[in-house]
Structure formats: structure tokens, C-alpha cells
């Protein structure tokens, strides 16, 4: 999924991340499985007009803190 390049994508078929919610009371584990299911790529997914392409340093915050840091 990461390696998904933005001009090889439909922009107009990708997630709103605005549209995902995670119930709260799921477990850790479940929470993160639910938001991929919902997001299909965390790497790639729309917030209103704008397309974003994540990616990570290997010394830099892992996916799991990023994705807490977006459920927030």
C-alpha cells in the first residue's frame, strides 16, 4: 500500500479520513483494524478536497502512533 504512487491512483476513489470513526470502546487491536478496514490505505486517503500520501522515516514515529495521533 505504501508504495501506491499519487499519479497512478483515482483521487475521486479514495477515503475521506473525515468519514471514519472507530468506536472508542473497541480494543486496541480492534480500533487499528477498524480504521484500516474503513481507510483501505493509510498511506493514501483524502481529507476533503486534499489528497495525502503518508510516509515514514525508519527512525520516526511508527504507523501505531501515527494512526493514535489521527484517531485523536
Given at each position: 500500500?505504501?508504495?501506491i504512487?499519487?499519479?497512478?491512483?483515482?483521487?475521486d476513489?479514495l477515503v475521506?479520513i473525515?468519514d471514519?470513526?472507530?468506536?472508542?470502546?473497541?480494543?486496541?487491536e480492534?480500533?487499528i483494524?477498524?480504521?484500516?478496514?474503513?481507510?483501505?490505505?493509510?498511506y493514501?486517503?483524502?481529507?476533503?478536497?486534499?489528497t495525502v500520501q503518508?510516509?515514514?522515516?525508519?527512525?520516526?514515529?511508527?504507523?501505531e502512533?501515527?494512526?493514535?495521533?489521527?484517531?485523536?
Open positions: 500500500m505504501q508504495s504512487a499519487i499519479q497512478e491512483t483515482a483521487c476513489r475521506d473525515r471514519v470513526t472507530v468506536d472508542k470502546e473497541l480494543s486496541r480492534d480500533r483494524a477498524e480504521f484500516v478496514r474503513q481507510i483501505k490505505n493509510p493514501l486517503f483524502k481529507c476533503g478536497k486534499f503518508a510516509s515514514f522515516a525508519t527512525d520516526g514515529a511508527t504507523l502512533e501515527c494512526i493514535k495521533g489521527i484517531l485523536r
